[in-house]
């Protein structure tokens, strides 16, 4: 297994893709670059027998961290490569294709973990910066009187982390059929006489429906609702992937084989056209189908890097995940209370109606 690091065409530093600039940069000579002027660069150093300005590495070595074996009824494999920048050894799990160097900090792809099955097909690339998911987090949890102070201070909020989260998005073709009866009721009065009128219509709804970037996270060990709670993402705007794109966050391959999403595609695709159906007929006060009928077929399906940008907190033995939605900067998570302030306000408030309560009895009596 290799790596690369994308480096300088000018000086040889670590490129990081910027989000609002949609740039290669380099924060030592300040270059900026787009992806293409780097594969244009890369086909001329290797036409002109050139060292490559990104070369791969040594060899990984593979480990067994059995830790928690016990409790997952599984193996952590852990993987071991070399920095080609500083020469550290740097572990990571079997699953991460992007990462940094412990050590001197610059962003490795760790190539094989994204060509063959795994080179993803589309990525959307991070466009909310880690200066605006910061802010956007200070602004989210100020609102909130009783949260742990240590939630949003400096070394909490260094936390903040840009990951690319592996995802199957599936273009599905739906046939539908539906025949059914719809009834319109009408009820008015004569006097003290009441009459109701009951009029039946027959419905048919047949054709067929597309169905166009259902997405589905293709990792376990990440908050599948969390994810989705900070969706939806535009994916007119995914672009053919580029290893660039990842430079400067950390990137997730998925452990979740596209055989075993397409079942869910499919059964996600039938409630959607079955809602899709019963929405369209609106005229009626009641609906009853005799034949619902909904044949889906996955048309396409490929594999996407979907941008995140990730903060954990740890609080009283429990982890609070708050997430960032990388393109269009919509939050959520779960917010921390801090029990002895809270405690704290809650005295202050019996205290003082107690004081209130003591004055009122004196001046009665």
Same mark, same amino acid.
């Given at each position: 297994?290799?790596?690369?690091?994308?480096?300088?065409? @000018?000086?040889?530093?670590?490129?990081?893709?910027?989000?609002?600039?949609?740039?290669?940069?380099?924060?030592?000579?300040?270059?900026?670059?787009?992806?293409?002027?780097?594969?244009?660069?890369?086909?001329?150093?290797?036409?002109?027998?050139? !060292?490559?300005?990104?070369?791969?590495?040594?060899?990984?070595?593979?480990?067994?961290?059995? !830790?928690?074996?016990?409790?997952?009824?599984?193996?952590?494999?852990?993987?071991?490569?070399?920095c080609n920048s500083c020469g550290a050894h740097v572990v990571?799990?079997?699953?991460?294709?992007?990462?940094?160097?412990?050590?001197c900090h610059n962003p490795v792809i760790i190539t094989e973990?994204?060509?063959?099955?795994? %080179?993803?097909?589309?990525?959307?690339?991070?466009?909310?910066?880690?200066?605006?998911?910061?802010?956007?987090?200070?602004?989210?949890?100020?609102?909130?009187?009783?949260?742990?102070?240590?939630?949003?201070?400096?070394?909490?909020?260094?936390?903040?982390?840009?990951?690319?989260?592996?995802?199957?998005?599936?273009?599905?073709?739906?046939?539908?059929?539906?025949?059914?009866?719809?009834?319109?009721?009408?009820?008015?009065?004569?006097?003290?006489?009441?009459?109701?009128?009951?009029?039946?219509?027959?419905?048919? %709804?047949?054709?067929?429906?597309?169905?166009?970037?259902?997405?589905?996270?293709?990792?376990?060990?990440?908050?599948?609702?969390? /994810?989705?709670?900070?969706?939806?993402?535009?994916?007119?705007?995914?672009?053919?992937?580029?290893?660039?794109?990842?430079?400067?966050?950390?990137? !997730?391959?998925?452990?979740?084989?596209?055989?075993?999403?397409?079942?869910?595609?499919?059964?996600?695709?039938?409630?959607?056209?079955?809602?899709?159906?019963? @929405?369209?007929?609106?005229?009626?006060?009641?609906?009853?189908?005799?034949?619902?009928?909904?044949?889906?077929?996955?048309?396409?399906? !490929?594999?996407?890097?979907?941008?995140?940008?990730?903060?954990?907190?740890?609080?009283?033995?429990?982890?609070?995940?708050?997430?960032?939605?990388?393109?269009?900067?919509?939050?959520?998570?779960?917010?921390?209370?801090?029990?002895?302030?809270?405690?704290?306000?809650?005295?202050?408030?019996?205290?003082?109606?107690?004081?209130? /309560?003591?004055?009122?009895?004196?001046?009665?009596?």
């Amino acid at each position: 297994m290799s790596t690369q690091t994308t480096k300088c065409p @000018n000086c040889g530093g670590p490129l990081h893709f910027d989000p609002e600039k949609q740039l290669n940069t380099c924060e030592y000579c300040l270059s900026e670059f787009t992806n293409q002027e780097l594969v244009d660069y890369s086909k001329r150093q290797a036409e002109a027998g050139l !060292e490559d300005p990104s070369p791969e590495i040594s060899e990984p070595h593979d480990h067994v961290h059995n !830790e928690d074996a016990g409790a997952h009824g599984e193996e952590d494999r852990m993987i071991e490569y070399t920095c080609n920048s500083c020469g550290a050894h740097v572990v990571t799990e079997d699953t991460t294709s992007a990462t940094f160097c412990y050590y001197c900090h610059n962003p490795v792809i760790i190539t094989e973990r994204l060509s063959g099955e795994f %080179r993803p097909d589309k990525v959307i690339p991070f466009h909310f910066s880690r200066e605006k998911a910061v802010q956007t987090f200070l602004n989210w949890v100020k609102r909130y009187k009783y949260v742990p102070k240590s939630f949003y201070s400096d070394s909490q909020l260094a936390k903040m982390t840009g990951l690319y989260v592996p995802n199957w998005m599936a273009k599905v073709d739906a046939d539908i059929q539906y025949d059914g009866v719809g009834t319109r009721i009408r009820v008015w009065r004569v006097g003290d006489i009441e009459y109701t009128e009951f009029k039946e219509y027959g419905i048919s %709804r047949s054709g067929k429906i597309k169905l166009d970037n259902l997405t589905e996270i293709g990792m376990r060990k990440i908050d599948h609702g969390l /994810l989705n709670s900070i969706g939806p993402y535009d994916e007119t705007k995914a672009v053919d992937f580029n290893a660039n794109y990842l430079n400067g966050f950390f990137s !997730e391959k998925y452990d979740i084989e596209k055989e075993d999403v397409r079942p869910l595609m499919l059964e996600r695709s039938k409630k959607y056209s079955d809602s899709l159906v019963r @929405n369209s007929v609106t005229a009626y006060d009641k609906i009853k189908f005799s034949k619902s009928n909904v044949q889906p077929q996955v048309k396409s399906l !490929e594999y996407v890097l979907l941008p995140v940008w990730i903060l954990t907190y740890q609080y009283n033995q429990k982890t609070y995940i708050y997430a960032v939605n990388g393109q269009t900067g919509k939050t959520y998570g779960e917010i921390p209370l801090d029990s002895k302030r809270l405690g704290a306000t809650s005295l202050m408030i019996a205290a003082a109606l107690l004081v209130l /309560l003591l004055l009122g009895g004196a001046l009665i009596w």
